[in-house]
């Protein structure tokens, strides 16, 4: 059966940890690891957790206890990958619109480096040589993904360098003599179809003999979860066995068979998460009821950055009858969770729970309107355990210089 924390124990954990308050669940990301394993256990595939999603230094941790490598998209992420102690040869450093010193900075620390421009890549060159191996980021020039603000592989998307822009890439390669260890494509998060990741395959397969040093071929991530009753979620098996066939019908350069590699975010970590409100106020107006909670787009963005859908439970009233909302922040501004939603009658002080919101929920967080925000808790074992304290007035005013 599936991993889920009940209502009620959401309900203790806001008595005792208050809200606005980010749940994690540990077993239910173990459960999606391994989904993963099992699916693509007959193939040679290794997993980097792309950490962008949650970097709660504890989520790492029990990500790292799990077997998992981990995908780094900022020299910080890389050094937070270490302190949860990854090994450098576990960490894959995917770049994008970087200065060429921090690209040293993750060759200092022995991570493994995605460069995703011709002229990082030629100053990689120059500095390196052959004495450190290296990946290339291609934009395949696919559209995917659930929404255009993360769909990544597009002729207009700015992310790697263009597939036919391969002679630069070749040039620069045999100029310097680099081992290109690796050849990675991410066409996009939400790819709900498992041909997607195909299509991305035959793209690489058209260059890879080309490169004598190549090991692996990195697919990125973007395997979509299901944020709706009803929704489509990527089919792990059968892209496992796709990928599998599209492998065996690619004979491999020089005979030597490639590893692929997956940098999944949101299939990890975000039905792990809820996020926990009360509400503050019921509005009833002539066009709406408004139901104001104690957050807003400063916590969870995502309704009003990308018109994602968050499944909202009244967790306070299960069995109260249903009625429409509309359920917004405490922002001076904008803030809409949900327009028009069916949820069970709220009364102030409820509490709302926003369900799968691990994956880019805390981690897109901000201090807007010099709200604090949110603690996190992390169950596992039946236990839950705070891994953020709730922020204070002073951490307000932390980096702040008084000048005045
Ligand atoms: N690898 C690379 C190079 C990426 O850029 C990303 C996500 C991933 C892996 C992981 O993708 P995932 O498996 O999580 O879909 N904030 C947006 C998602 C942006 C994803 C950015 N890159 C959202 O909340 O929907």
Redesign the pocket.
Known sequence: MSQSISNQYLNELGEQFGTPLYIYHGEKIREQWLKLKQAFSGNNTVF?Y?C??LTNINILKYIRSLGANI?C?SIYEGRLALHAGFAPNQILY?S?GISFSEIEEAKNLGLII?IDSLSNLKKFGQKFGSSYPVGV?LRPNIMA???L??S?GHDKSK?GIPVTQIDQVLEIVRQYGLLVHDL?I?T????KDAHIFVKGIEVLFDIVPQFNDLKFIDL?????VSYKQGDIETDISLLASEVGKAFASHPNPGGRPLQVW?????????ESGYFLTTVNVVKETPGACFVSVDSGFNHL??PM??D?YHHIDNISNPEGPFRKYTVVGNICETDTFAWDREINEVREEDHLVFRNAG???F??SSNFNSRLRPAEVLVLDGRPQLIRKRETFQDLLRNQLEVL
């Open positions: 980097f792309a962008k999603a995908d998209s995917t994008n995605n980021r993904g659930g929404n603000k993360i990544t992310f990675h991410h996009g998060s939400e790819i990125g991530g973007g395997f979509k997956f940098e999944p975010g949101k299939f990890l970590v975000s963005i995502r950055f990308y994602a994956a880019y929920g981690e897109m």
